[in-house]
């Protein structure tokens, strides 16, 4: 089974062999696809805004404001407290991911193993396992997934304005002014989806917990 879209930075090639190809069909393989594409999507972006060479560029752009109270030093200021607010959701996130949702369904499937007593009843839990992690990682919530994917996509484009940053003639006041008023806008939506997500996913860690405490 090959599954594959213009979003996708990964695509599973599988054609499980017999008699595994009784539980892994073409819909179940479909939705590994999905998370797996979720987790590569994260993983990317969140390393590139903990990338240790972005560190050595903004103190860089330090030592050439010279610590004046310039438009420079503030788009520094500002690129530096943006940068705070994404690794506090990349960590809340990936926290959430992991710990909250994927580390549980699986310790619970590995705990209902032993338990089946016939191979129906493995199909229906492992069907059962997949469901559980596309609902309770909201990829079947569109709304919710497409402000994810935008805070995602913000992420990806913040080196690239750390990176411009650097090449700007910093003597310029006014295109100083211009690149400042530009991340000041572009960040300014961000945060607000940002924070909108943080609540949302600590509301979805409750109820992840507390429905999987009653299962277990």
Same mark, same amino acid.
């Given at each position: ?22 539980? &892994? ?20 972006? &969140? ?64 705990? =209902? ?21 596309? =609902? ?17 996509? =913000? ?62």
């Amino acid at each position: 089974y090959t599954y594959h879209s213009d979003d996708d930075l990964l695509t599973l090639s599988y054609t499980p062999p017999s008699p595994i190809n009784i539980f &892994f069909d073409d819909q179940v393989i479909k939705h590994y696809n999905i998370i797996f594409n979720l987790l590569i999507k994260m993983k990317r972006s &969140f390393i590139l805004i903990r990338d240790i060479n972005l560190d050595k560029k903004i103190k860089e752009l330090f030592i050439l404001s010279n610590n004046n109270e310039c438009t420079y030093m503030k788009v520094i200021k500002v690129l530096i407290e943006y940068r705070m607010f994404m690794l506090d959701f990349a960590y809340e996130f990936e926290f959430f991911v992991f710990h909250f949702v994927i580390d549980v369904f699986v310790n619970r499937f590995n705990n =209902m193993v032993s338990k089946f007593d016939s191979i129906d009843k493995f199909i229906n839990m492992h069907y059962r396992f997949i469901r559980d992690l596309i =609902m309770y990682l909201g990829i079947n919530d569109n709304k919710y997934m497409k402000k994810v994917y935008k805070v995602m996509n =913000m992420i990806v484009v913040f080196p690239s304005l750390v990176n411009r940053l650097m090449c700007i003639n910093r003597d310029n006041h006014e295109e100083m002014q211009y690149f400042l008023m530009e991340v000041d806008n572009s960040m300014e939506k961000f945060i607000k989806k940002k924070n909108k997500l943080i609540n949302l996913i600590n509301i979805i860690k409750t109820e992840v917990y507390l429905k999987t405490k009653r299962k277990l």
